[in-house]
């Protein structure tokens, strides 16, 4: 994963839409937060995995991944607040691992404590990491992920090209 790219590419999304909303003087930490828990209870939605009262499956993998980007959008800017321009990955054989040992439902609960605070350098290392372990928890690999992230950045461009 060229995680140096993708902040990169999240800085310039960021820059484009704050000049174009005239937000140069706004902080948007706060709003990036709440959009990223906004973003991640819709892709618990997805993958249904807290819904015990009900029979349906998950969404198709291509959905539940798109959710999950949306997600990443937000992580990658809550670390551009922070300053982040890159961080180092972790094995992803040894984070497969970990995350196996992790119940899903605890994940995500785990997610919304770490997006619902102000984060130190320290705790966007550990949020991070926890982040890209739901994702392989989901059965992504992180070429799958960043390959989507690429496609939704292109298509974030577009929307803003467009209005939306």
Not at 26 to 51: M, P, Y
Not at 61 to 75: A, P, Q, R, S, T
Request: proline content about 1%; some cysteine.
């Amino acid at each position: 994963m060229k995680i140096e790219q993708l902040f990169s590419m999240q800085d310039e999304l960021n820059t484009r839409i704050v000049k174009e909303h005239n937000l140069e003087n706004a902080s948007l930490s706060e709003q990036r937060r709440l959009a990223f828990l906004v973003e991640l209870g819709e892709l618990a939605n997805e993958t249904r995995c807290f819904k015990y009262w009900s029979k349906r499956p998950a969404s198709d993998k291509h959905v539940i991944l798109e959710e999950y980007v949306d997600g990443l959008h937000f992580v990658l800017s809550i670390g551009l607040d922070l300053g982040f321009t890159k961080i180092d990955l972790p094995n992803e054989v040894e984070m497969q691992e970990k995350m196996d040992k992790i119940e899903i439902n605890k994940l995500f609960l785990s997610l919304y404590q770490w997006g619902s605070k102000s984060l130190s350098d320290h705790d966007f290392h550990a949020f991070f990491n926890e982040f890209l372990g739901l994702g392989l928890k989901l059965g992504f690999s992180l070429e799958e992920i960043e390959a989507a992230y690429f496609d939704k950045n292109a298509v974030n461009h577009e929307r803003q090209d467009t209005g939306y």
